[in-house]
């Protein structure tokens, strides 16, 4: 809460004074306080950090956090971001940081708790800062596989922005995602390996429901191939190892064959996968064959 919305509910200096030395408000930035002196949660944070700058919304990496709050892409620790109207000047205390947007009452959406940059909006300003286009790829896939929005909308929102910094590469990555290609294995498969090779255009996050829902990464759907893949660092845990090997036998019973694929085959050696893959679909009756790609031996 703020000193401003306490004296608005009509509490008086000296009762705030009073609160203050008798610990029943804690400051956590100048003029805006908790009730609790413990360690502050990062929803009591972004909205210490909102009501510090007010009127104010999160932006940015803070704005992603607060749809996404699993998010690894965006870490809980580090500074709450906030966006102020341009032209207005405003002290960054330990842990804020503030920056000026213009047309932010079109970007932002004021009434929500706490008010925050729209997610299309905090997306492009994050993936266009980036440090590389891993990292900005890593990022739209996983706010995309978070269903809380989609590629169309992102692109949406970039087209109506004069400038935007990676505009070529996200607007491919964009394309990528609709096209279901949602994690880093998986757009390095798409281009790496079945384009690049010539194999037939798969159906990529196909929902599947032989034990609840599932979504089948690669679908080649005329051939009855599946391409799973594994991209995930602890995927041998036990328990991720014992639900793979449920959706591969869920898929024999649909009548498909499963080919599981990690980071080796696809990054490693794509080219090789390809003409693996490629005789696969021969076998199931695709009557074409992979082509070499510039990087083939």
Not at 63 to 83: D, F, L, M, N
């Amino acid at each position: 809460m703020s000193r401003r919305q306490l004296l608005a509910e009509g509490r008086t200096e000296s009762e705030l004074r009073c609160w203050l030395r008798h610990r029943l408000l804690v400051p956590v930035h100048p003029g805006v306080y908790v009730d609790h002196t413990g360690a502050l949660t990062w929803r009591q944070r972004a909205w210490a950090a909102v009501l510090h700058a007010w009127p104010s919304v999160l932006a940015g990496p803070s704005a992603i956090r607060a749809v996404v709050p699993r998010s690894r892409q965006v870490p809980e620790a580090g500074p709450i971001h906030v966006a102020v109207r341009h032209g207005r000047k405003v002290d960054e205390p330990e842990g804020v940081r503030v920056v000026q947007a213009r047309d932010l009452d079109e970007r932002a959406q004021w009434l929500l708790s706490p008010p925050r940059q729209r997610l299309e909006e905090a997306v492009l300003d994050v993936a266009g800062d980036a440090e590389d286009d891993a990292a900005a790829f890593a990022l739209l896939a996983e706010v995309v596989s978070s269903r809380r929005t989609t590629p169309a909308r992102i692109t949406a929102a970039m087209a109506r922005r004069r400038r935007q910094r990676r505009r070529t590469f996200l607007a491919s990555v964009l394309g990528d995602l609709e096209q279901g290609a949602c994690s880093v294995l998986e757009r390095a498969y798409l281009l790496d390996v079945e384009r690049a090779h010539g194999l037939p255009r798969a159906h990529r996050q196909v929902r599947a429901s032989a034990r609840g829902t599932v979504f089948r990464d690669v679908l080649y759907r005329a051939f009855g191939v599946v391409v799973e893949l594994d991209g995930r660092a602890d995927h041998t845990h036990l328990q991720d190892r014992d639900r793979d090997l449920d959706r591969d036998l869920d898929a024999a019973v649909d009548g498909l064959v499963t080919a599981r694929l990690g980071h080796g085959q696809v990054l490693g050696r794509a080219c090789l996968t390809a003409v693996r893959i490629g005789r696969l679909l021969q076998t199931h009756g695709w009557t074409g064959s992979p082509h070499p790609c510039p990087r083939c031996p």
